[in-house]
């Protein structure tokens, strides 16, 4: 199997799972959080969310694989790309940022 048919075939294994982890951290307000408050320590985000370590962890680790989140160190940032979808926006959009994909 070639690079590109290996990375196609794990980006369509993996979809589900990432897609589920994006709209988890949509609905826990991390992007809103973010885009209001860049450069958050974990600490920080975990504070927000209320979410156990070890899950808040699994989870931003997925998000940052969808390249919506950067990390480097502690602190996370929004994306450009996660900047411009209405999920970073006050109030609940996410399901009509997905709903118009």
């Known amino acids: 199997m070639e690079k590109a048919e290996y990375d196609g075939f794990n980006f369509l294994v993996n979809a589900p ?6 709209t988890t951290a949509a ?9 209001k408050h860049p450069g958050r320590e974990f600490e920080e985000v975990r504070e927000h969310t209320g979410v156990p370590p070890h899950r808040l962890r699994v989870l931003l680790r ?6 919506l989140l950067k990390r480097s160190g502690e602190v996370y940032r929004n994306s450009t790309a996660a900047e411009e979808l209405p999920a970073s ?3 609940p959009s996410w ?3 997905t709903a118009a994909s």
């Open 62 to 67: 997925a998000v940052c694989a969808t390249g």
């Open 17 to 22: 799972a990432l897609f589920n982890a994006v």
């Open 27 to 35: 609905e826990l307000g991390i992007f809103r959080l973010l885009a």
């Open 89 to 91: 926006a006050a109030g």
């Open 95 to 97: 399901p009509r940022a």
